[in-house]
């Protein structure tokens, strides 16, 4: 299973989110994509139903781009993570339909860990992590 993360901001909060997910799960099955094209491209032609997409949004302007390409989106996991708790923002997230959307402005991302470790199936039924 391989998970797709996409951010385009450099900085704390991507470097933190992709050591989390490094730590999931083997380097050669985490893509980490910065630019939108490439992302699309990647995604079109190596994507499968089992893989997760995660989504770091930094603006309203991306989240839209996404809306535009959401078929890529179907049939995968997906994971939206926005920059701020706006309500339009947060509709336009849903309109994606991800298993989960989160708001980080703290770069707290356990919920989003929590959410990834039970799709790659390592938590056991009524564990904590």
């Given at each position: 299973?391989?998970i797709?993360?996409y951010?385009?901001e450099?900085g704390?909060?991507r470097s933190?989110?992709e050591?989390m997910l490094k ?26 139903s089992?893989d997760?997409?995660l989504?770091?949004t930094?603006?309203e ?6 809306l535009e390409?959401?078929?890529l989106f ?5 994971i939206v993570?926005?920059?701020?708790n706006?309500?339009n ?6 309109r ?6 989160d708001?980080?402005p ?5 919920k ?17 992590l």
């Amino acid at each position: 299973m391989k998970i797709f993360f996409y951010a385009t901001e450099k900085g704390e909060a991507r470097s933190k989110l992709e050591t989390m997910l490094k730590k999931m799960v083997d380097t050669d099955q985490l893509y980490s994509l910065g630019d939108l094209q490439q992302m699309r491209a990647k995604i079109h032609s190596e994507i499968h139903s089992r893989d997760i997409v995660l989504l770091m949004t930094a603006s309203e302007a991306e989240l839209d781009y996404f809306l535009e390409c959401q078929g890529l989106f179907e049939d995968v996991r997906l994971i939206v993570i926005l920059a701020t708790n706006d309500a339009n923002q947060m509709a336009k997230a849903h309109r994606l339909h991800p298993r989960f959307v989160d708001i980080s402005p703290r770069h707290d991302f356990t919920k989003v860990g929590a959410v990834i470790d039970k799709m790659l199936g390592n938590s056991c039924p009524g564990s904590t992590l």
